[in-house]
T-cell receptor, first 112, second 112 residues
Framework: GENVEQHPSTLSVQEGDSAVIKCTYS??????FPWYKQELGKRPQLIID?????GEKKDQRIAVTLNKTAKHFSLHITETQPEDSAVYFC???????????FGAGTRLAVHP | DVKVTQSSRYLVKRTGEKVFLECVQD?????MFWYRQDPGLGLRLIYF???????EKGDIPEGYSVSREKKERFSLILESASTNQTSMYLC???????????FGPGTRLLVL
């Protein structure tokens, strides 16, 4: 079936450093790729998404890149801050199904 | 501001009991979803619904059923709870398939 692989499962960085999380997907017809952030004890919330007709999207310190040929997409966080500490989930909306397939999550820890 | 609420934050049930988890959204969203969240497995889709009285199986529907009698309400039913259904259950809603999914606060279910 369709699946999304997410790496790394944990990531520890110093405040101010950059963090990169990568996801690969299997369905070449996938066309929508959101990223969700879940802080400890809270619900997941969308932070950024990208559609298959663009290769990159930025929102302040957050950016997402998409490589359709290689079937992977990445989340980039620059100038990390302690409040960026959370679990991040990637997802893709596979072309043949109207449902999101989520990655297993990346636990990001930003140390002051 | 979208609000998705779930009937319970914490629930303890016995093996074999019938369990009802309710989700209500106030934004007139067409789509509603039930996920379970387990460490290292991300968010796995149990069932989803595009419209009143419509339901579709997700990736792990076994042992669960759902009901959507009204647009704003989506119920998850565990017909006979088992210990392997101990998990965090998250409900979500969205306006469209390529739109933001808004999550509820989650119900942490413990089956003894």
């Amino acid at each position: 079936g369709e699946n999304v692989e997410q790496h790394p499962s944990t990531l520890s960085v110093q405040e101010g450093d950059s963090a990169v999380i990568k996801c690969t997907y299997s369905d070449s017809a996938s066309n929508y790729f959101p990223w969700y952030k879940q802080e400890l004890g809270k619900r997941p919330q969308l932070i950024i998404d990208i559609r298959s007709n663009v290769g990159e999207k930025k929102d302040q310190r957050i950016a997402v890149t998409l490589n359709k040929t290689a079937k992977h997409f990445s989340l980039h966080i620059t100038e990390t801050q302690p409040e960026d500490s959370a679990v991040y989930f990637c997802a893709d909306l596979s072309g043949g199904y109207n449902k999101l397939i989520f990655g297993a999550g990346t636990r990001l820890a930003v140390h002051p | 501001d979208v609000k998705v609420t779930q009937s319970s934050r914490y629930l303890v049930k016995r093996t074999g009991e019938k369990v009802f988890l309710e989700c209500v959204q106030d934004m007139d969203h067409e789509n509603m979803f039930w996920y379970r969240q387990d460490p290292g497995l991300g968010l796995r889709l149990i069932y989803f619904s595009y419209d009143v009285k419509m339901k579709e199986k997700g990736d792990i529907p076994e042992g669960y059923s759902v009901s959507r009698e009204k647009k704003e309400r989506f119920s998850l039913i565990l017909e006979s709870a088992s210990t392997n259904q101990t998990s965090m259950y998250l409900c979500a809603s969205s306006e469209g398939t390529q739109e933001t999914q808004y999550f509820g606060p989650g119900t942490r279910l413990l089956v003894l």
